[in-house]
């Protein structure tokens, strides 16, 4: 059985920090891909972050470059977004996800809440 579950959402002010986890089971951390979508009210889903499992290689929408890092433990099968300087357009439920490529994903978690204050 596949499970993503997110964790670490929460209130934060602008330019404030959060790190969202994601361990996973019933995946494989070799290949395919693993990454983080988010999804605001009224608004369409929007893939943040990714990362190849083969060469590690991650890509980031251009409105958190240099904000956000995703890396990933393989020992633990866990996926982590670091999140910085939080601004309130990051206000959005996160979802980690894996799938064959990047941001086509096959399975996702429940999601998570992130609301920045301003």
């Known amino acids: 059985e596949v499970q993503l579950v997110e964790s670490g959402g929460g209130l934060v002010q602008t330019g404030g920090s959060l790190r969202l986890s994601c361990p996973t089971s019933g995946i494989t951390f070799d290949d395919g891909a693993l990454g983080w979508f988010r999804q605001a009210p009224g608004k369409e889903r929007e893939g943040v972050s990714c990362i190849v499992n083969s060469d590690n290689s991650t890509y980031y929408v251009d409105s958190v470059k240099g904000r956000f890092t995703i890396s990933k433990d393989n020992a633990k099968k866990t996926l982590y977004l670091q999140m910085n300087s939080l601004k309130p357009e990051d206000t959005a439920v996160y979802y980690c996800?894996?799938?064959?490529?990047?941001?086509?994903?096959?399975?996702w978690g429940q999601g998570t809440q992130v609301t920045v204050s301003s």
């Open positions: 996800a894996t799938g064959l490529l990047c941001y086509e994903y096959t399975y």
